[in-house]
């Protein structure tokens, strides 16, 4: 039996949430013994969120990384980097699989302080493709780079990404790319939460993503206000959400623009007519799997791993099975 410790930033619901759900979910549970620390919803203190929920339902032990925080800090980064070294010292993990670019950098040096012998990486889209400054970028990416050095295997879940990550120096061989992966028979609810929010007959433009600047969501606001043929539906909560209601309001949008809030993306999905995801920054996006599954026509910008699911003729490398399968090959790897 082998001790797996994922470690994730955050606990609300995403992308790279969802990716650690479905791989401590479906590990073999005759090999593998594994456990899942996070911290909050963002902020100090924060509660946890959905990932916890989610987790508790199938019996998956969950930890709690207080001074887990998103925004940088030097004195609450401190503190998670002591607990992770503690949290690591007193697990005695066989294998430590990181997520997000905090938990990464953090969890790749606590463990190395630790002396964790199997060290592993995600990174869900490098961060600093991010809309910042030439400085903060710099940093960023040298901050990256060194999560790769202190990291055993690291996994990109996208072509462009994997080009991006060899040309970091001396890291080449230990990147590695496995897709995300969804289940193909999976079921979609009836949408109709959405449809009725709009007048009958709307053909109606839905998003699903975390309210941030990087999901984009305030240019579908500025097109409904050059379209009046427009109805959008967003659905996603976050930290642009007071920014996105006062930009509706200003415009007088709301009768064709509207907020719903959380909803997987499965209830969601039918409810609309066309499928976009106007993103500056993806690794690569589950809902854009889980539209395409669905068969709604995709308008979505091509950054990160969108276009290589947008031209795919197969959507077999898609699959959750497939993702599961690469995954226990890097985790069985000496």
Known sequence: MRKILFVITKSNWGGAQRYVFDLAANLPKDYFDAAVAFGGTGGENAPEGLLAQKLKEKNIRTIYIESFVRDVSLRTDFAALRELRALYQKEKPDIVHLNSSKAGGLGALAARMAGVKRIIFTAHGWPFWENRNIVARSLIWIFSWLTVLLSHQVIVISEYDLKVARRMPFCKRKICLIYNGINPQMQFGSGEKIRSAFPQGARIIGTIGELNKNKNQQ???????????????????????????????????????????????????????????PSIKEGLPYVLLEAKTAGLPVVANRVGGVGEILDAKDMGKFSLERMIAETLKVYNRS
């Open 219 to 277: 240019a579908l606001i500025e097109e409904a206000k050059n379209n009046q043929n427009l109805f959008v539906a967003i659905v996603g909560e976050g930290e642009e959400r007071r920014a996105l209601e006062k930009k509706i309001r200003t415009y007088g949008l709301e009768s064709r623009v509207k907020l719903f809030g959380f909803m997987l993306a499965s209830e969601a999905l039918r409810g609309f007519d066309v499928f976009t995801l």
